[in-house]
């Protein structure tokens, strides 16, 4: 059986709220709903059940925007058609960054922004990430491109930030001799 999550819109104040590192081991209930998020991103990224659910789709959701302060982000990448890699990571933190900056051409979307919001969001082309997996054991790996910008976007998360606090006011749009899209 699939029952939606309630996903917090961008006008709720508590997107805007920075939460707090998880003490682990992780409960049963944060692992039940990490189960939950996986299978709801996964199945938002399948034609037919993003249909049948009417589920935008979406590569990542960080807890608060469950409305629960808790230092938890999970990515659900399609790797190939209908194959999908999981990442999920408690009190993730980025260790070290490229100096290289990209942008996603067509611009971010969030879960949490219903609506079209034009503008480019600079990230670092490939980061590092720390953090522990859902069985406290210490994890790291590196992540570019498209899933390093999923990251990033979804830490900020964690710091009540928005994709769109981060697109210039007064410049918007980026030209390709400024940053590299993808
Ligand atoms: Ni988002």
């Known amino acids: 059986m699939f ?7 961008e006008s709720d104040k508590r997107l805007r709220i920075v939460s707090k590192n998880v003490t682990l081991p992780l409960g049963a209930e944060d692992k039940k ?3 939950q998020i996986i299978k709801q991103l996964r199945y938002s990224q399948i034609d037919e059940y993003s249909k049948k659910y009417n589920l935008r789709p979406g590569m990542g959701l960080a807890f608060p925007q469950l409305g629960i302060h808790k230092r938890i982000i999970v990515i659900v990448e399609e790797i190939e058609d209908g194959v999908f890699d999981n990442y999920v990571v408690i009190n993730p933190e980025i260790v070290s960054n490229s100096v290289e900056m990209i942008a996603a051409e067509a611009g971010e979307g969030c879960l949490s922004v219903n609506r ?3 503008g480019h969001v600079k990230r670092f082309a ?7 997996d859902e069985d406290s054991d210490p994890i790291q790996f590196r992540a570019r491109e498209e899933l390093a910008i999923a990251f990033q976007h979804e830490i900020d998360h ?3 930030i928005l994709f769109y606090d981060r ?7 980026l030209g390709e001799n400024e940053i590299r899209f993808i």
């Open 158 to 160: 964690l710091d009540g």
């Open 116 to 118: 079209e919001v034009e």
């Open 3 to 9: 029952k939606e999550l309630k996903i917090l819109d």
């Open 167 to 173: 697109i210039d006011k007064k410049r918007p749009i």
């Open 126 to 132: 490939r980061v590092t990430i720390k953090g522990f």
């Open 33 to 35: 709903l990490i189960k």
